[in-house]
Nanobody, 123 residues
């Protein structure tokens, strides 16, 4: 139901825009978060776009990443600027009905997950 795209390889300081397209999602309210994972490590919460339109970001990406929603396309975006090598990871979007109720950093809170898209930042 969720499909990510837009990953790739960029040099440090570059930008990428990830997309998370939702299909079959018919909830009136839906919360979507972006997570990333480096092989062998746990998922790390990156950003969330809650059903009330509020946004939150992990400290590591504040001021560099922006999450947004295109309602007409049922697609969420993660604009990533000033990328750093430490941003290299597999990026996933995750969604849950209603709202995230402040628990957006916990992967267990989400019902739907995409398969991920790889982001590689070289120095």
């Amino acid at each position: 139901q969720l499909a990510e795209s837009g990953g790739g390889s960029v040099e440090s300081g570059g930008s990428l825009r990830l997309s998370c397209a939702a299909s079959g999602v018919t909830y009136n309210a839906y919360c979507v978060g972006w997570f990333r994972q480096v092989q062998g490590k746990d998922h790390e919460a990156v950003a969330v776009f809650d059903s009330d339109g509020s946004e939150e970001y992990a400290d590591a990406v504040k001021g560099r990443f922006t999450i947004s929603l295109d309602n007409a396309k049922n697609t969420w975006y993660l604009q990533m600027n000033s990328l750093k090598p430490e941003d290299t990871a597999m990026y996933f979007c995750a969604g849950k009905p209603l709202d995230c109720s402040g628990a957006w950093t916990s992967g267990n809170a989400y019902k739907h997950w995409g398969r991920g898209t790889q982001v590689t930042v070289s120095s």
